[in-house]
């Protein structure tokens, strides 16, 4: 019987370590198999004086990596909640390996590039992107937060655009992902979704109702888009989100976000709306879920600080 072929493909030649993942027909969405195969590699790479550097490959031309697995990470969750828990500490300590390397790491985006394809991305010490890219961080569509670090990027993008693309999840192109410090390269002008003071004039603060408020009553269309967007997402994720980036702005760097995304992780495996907002858009697909809060308003702000606190 001919074996499958694997998930996750290793080459080492001329002292380039090629990571790459080959799972095309899923967008090379990472299974926990698969990151545990990625974490061994890029142990062993890192502790082999014969590797100068690291690739990082996406397999299809549909895209780099649609992100982890979350229909299997969902199943976890049901059925074994601390094999859940520890399929993220591994995610997270692949992407701290990656921020931390003294090897030099290079990452090739194309296509769909989001959520845990981005935590094996963005925190490479080189980024190529291609002009076909489709940035996202969309987890707050599924009951999620932004997770694998990237709220760090966030914190740092220009004005509020960081807050705007966590709490949207909103998929951007190239010009958009330079603009914003995510990918290098020159951004000659202002991309048109991030043009004008609407972004910075309504996502100030740390507030998600006033946020809310003032993108409904703004005066540019974006804005009242962008509310009905925020609208159909989890209210809690969306909350969890805003103060997730508000504090990885205080935050010395990725690993610390790491840590906090871990916390996080650990409360959502607990109770969260993860396991509703997969099922609607993944598993039964009717595109309808049943959050816990009818909106944001209705999420109570202890609630959402209690998920930061470290379990005991």
């Not at 692949?94 to 989001?114: D, F, Q, R």
């Not at 996202?136 to 997770?147: N, R, T, Y």
């Amino acid at each position: 019987m001919e074996m499958p072929a694997p998930e996750v493909r290793t080459e080492l030649a001329d002292g380039i370590a090629r990571l790459v993942l080959s799972r095309p027909r899923a967008i090379n969405a990472l299974s926990p198999e698969m990151m545990h195969t990625i974490s061994v590699a890029l142990d062993s790479w890192l502790a082999d004086g014969a590797v100068q550097a690291i690739e990082i490959h996406g397999e299809g031309d549909r895209g780099f990596c649609a992100g982890a697995d979350v229909r299997a990470i969902r199943q976890l969750v049901l059925d074994e909640p601390q094999a859940a828990v520890g399929f993220f500490r591994e995610e997270y300590g692949v992407n701290e390996k990656i921020a931390t390397s003294p090897k030099p790491i290079t990452s090739y985006l194309h296509g769909i590039s989001m959520g845990g394809g981005l935590g094996l991305a963005l925190h490479c010490q080189r980024i190529e992107a291609a002009d076909n890219l489709q940035l996202a961080m969309p987890e707050v569509g599924i009951g999620l937060f932004p997770d694998v670090g990237i709220t760090w990027q966030l914190a740092h993008a220009p004005g509020q655009t960081g807050i705007w693309l966590a709490m949207t999840g909103t998929t951007i192109d190239l010009a958009t992902a330079r603009y914003m410090g995510l990918v290098p390269g020159a951004s000659t002008t202002v991309p048109e979704p991030v043009e004008g003071t609407w972004i910075d004039e309504c996502f100030d603060g740390n507030d998600p109702a006033q946020i809310l408020g003032r993108l409904e009553s703004h005066s540019d269309q974006r804005a009242r888009d962008c509310a009905t967007v925020i609208r159909t997402k989890s209210p809690w994720s969306v909350c969890v989100a805003l103060e997730a980036v508000r504090r990885a702005e205080e935050m010395s760097g990725v690993s610390e976000v790491l840590a906090q995304d871990l916390i996080l992780a650990t409360h959502f495996v607990e109770d969260s709306d993860f396991v509703e907002g997969v099922r609607a858009q993944l598993v039964d697909k009717d595109r309808n879920p049943r959050w816990r809060h009818g909106r944001v308003e209705d999420v109570p702000r202890e609630l959402v600080l209690a998920m930061f606190a470290q379990k005991s």
